[in-house]
């Protein structure tokens, strides 16, 4: 029962080792054996020795290595290597429902999660720049050097760096009038000169 499958695929593999050039008489000889067969058993041959047949008719299309194959033809056969790269290239249709046409992503953002390696060096950070914070925040408020004058041991007299902050609030409010409102700062200079 199967020799007759046997001869068949002895008999493809003496077709294809004819090695015909010119694509339709391949046809037609690919053509007359299957019909011989389907004559002769009244079934269609081997699925496998279909498929021999057919790479055999498309031997042109199946042996070219041209990269560049679909773009010069219109309907080319991709080898496997082929189509593998074909499919590395290519990007899914899920990608560009977010981009627009001017390129920009309109998705909307999705906080990203940070490891327990970004959490650790986070915390370590915040920790040495909360210690620098402290350190500043000390020193800027702690009061200075106690300074102690005694107008019996100067005459009466006001000593320099005591006589130089007069007028230090004025000046204060005056540099300070672009950031206030004007209306109070003018009220406020016109109180303090009256007075």
Request: glycine letters at 4%.
């Amino acid at each position: 029962m199967n020799n007759y499958k046997e001869d068949f695929a002895d008999k493809v593999t003496e077709t294809i080792e004819l090695n015909i050039e010119d694509r339709t008489k391949r046809m037609v000889a690919v053509g007359e054996l299957i019909d011989t067969y389907v004559e002769a058993h009244g079934v269609s041959p081997d699925e496998a020795q279909l498929d021999r047949l057919s790479d055999y008719i498309l031997r042109e299309e199946l042996t070219n290595t041209d990269r560049m194959k679909t773009r010069k033809e219109e309907y080319p056969f991709l080898s496997e290597r082929q189509f593998e790269r074909r499919r590395e290239n290519e990007v899914p249709l899920e990608v560009a429902e977010e981009y627009a046409v001017d390129g920009r992503n309109y998705r909307l953002p999705k906080r990203r999660k940070r490891s327990t390696k970004e959490l650790i060096y986070v915390d370590e950070n915040a920790r040495i720049r909360n210690e620098l914070r402290a350190k500043r925040y000390k020193r800027d408020t702690s009061p200075g050097a106690l300074m102690t004058y005694n107008l019996n041991e100067s005459g009466g007299e006001f000593t320099e760096s005591f006589v130089s902050c007069r007028g230090l609030g004025k000046r204060w409010l005056n540099e300070m009038s672009a950031v206030n409102d004007i209306e109070v700062v003018t009220e406020k200079v016109e109180q303090l000169t009256a007075a």
